[in-house]
T-cell receptor, first 116, second 111 residues
Framework: EPEVTQTPSHQVTQMGQEVILRCVPISNHLYFYWYRQILGQKVEFLVSFYNNEISEKSEIFDDQFSVERPDGSNFTLKIRSTKLEDSAMYFC??????????????FGPGTRLTVL | AQRVTQPEKLLSVFKGAPVELKCNYSYSGSPELFWYVQYSRQRLQLLLRHISRESIKGFTADLNKGETSFHLKKPFAQEEDSAMYYCALRNSGGSNYKLTFGKGTLLTVNP
């Protein structure tokens, strides 16, 4: 069964550095998301992306964050200048819309970002 | 603003006992409710959704709009049910399909 993949599984970086988290959504899915989960907190929506543009973003998704689909398969989340509070698990998700049901979001395994 | 509350961080039961994981929501529009589950070392996956009124792995959940609740129930818990359970909400009228999650309940089923 196809799955969403994410790389790396764990990223350690110094405060102020740029990081790029990568996701490969399921191939026929066209609607993508990034969520994050700070340790002990809830999973929070960051941004949704469709047709090569952001469809919605949360208050968390400020100017330090950007998303891109650089080619036909990858979907990336960039944090330009990381802060300590960016340490979290970042999840990518996708849905088979418009070709399929929107009921199920398919999640990747997550990337754990640690900012020192 | 939409909000999902799962009041129990941890829930521990014995095998064969009934289990109920509580979920309450706050939303002014017409919500769609879901339960997602994360087993140890696995990814988040959909368990069930209120619109289908289905039973998955023996679990059921009924949307109670009067009490704004969507509690997850199973009459006889199994050890393999041990996992993190997240209640989630989305706007039925929205085109974004984003999910708002609760903080999750860690269910442990003891032998």
């Amino acid at each position: 069964e196809p799955e969403v993949t994410q790389t790396p599984s764990h990223q350690v970086t110094q405060m102020g550095q740029e990081v790029i988290l990568r996701c490969v959504p399921i191939s026929n899915h066209l609607y993508f998301y990034w969520y994050r989960q700070i340790l002990g907190q809830k999973v929070e929506f960051l941004v949704s992306f469709y047709n090569n543009e952001i469809s919605e973003k949360s208050e968390i998704f400020d100017d330090q964050f950007s998303v891109e689909r650089p080619d036909g398969s990858n979907f990336t989340l960039k944090i330009r200048s990381t802060k300590l509070e960016d340490s979290a698990m970042y999840f990518c998700a996708s849905i088979p819309w418009p070709s399929g049901s929107t009921d199920t979001q398919y999640f990747g395994p997550g990337t754990r970002l640690t900012v020192l | 603003a939409q909000r999902v509350t799962q009041p129990e961080k941890l829930l521990s039961v014995f095998k064969g006992a009934p289990v109920e994981l509580k979920c309450n929501y706050s939303y002014s529009g017409s919500p769609e409710l879901f339960w997602y589950v994360q087993y140890s070392r696995q990814r988040l996956q959909l368990l069930l959704r209120h619109i289908s009124r289905e039973s998955i792995k023996g679990f059921t959940a009924d949307l109670n709009k009067g009490e704004t609740s969507f509690h997850l129930k199973k009459p006889f818990a199994q050890e393999e049910d041990s996992a993190m359970y997240y209640c989630a909400l989305r706007n039925s009228g929205g085109s974004n399909y984003k999910l708002t999650f609760g903080k999750g309940t860690l269910l442990t089923v003891n032998p």
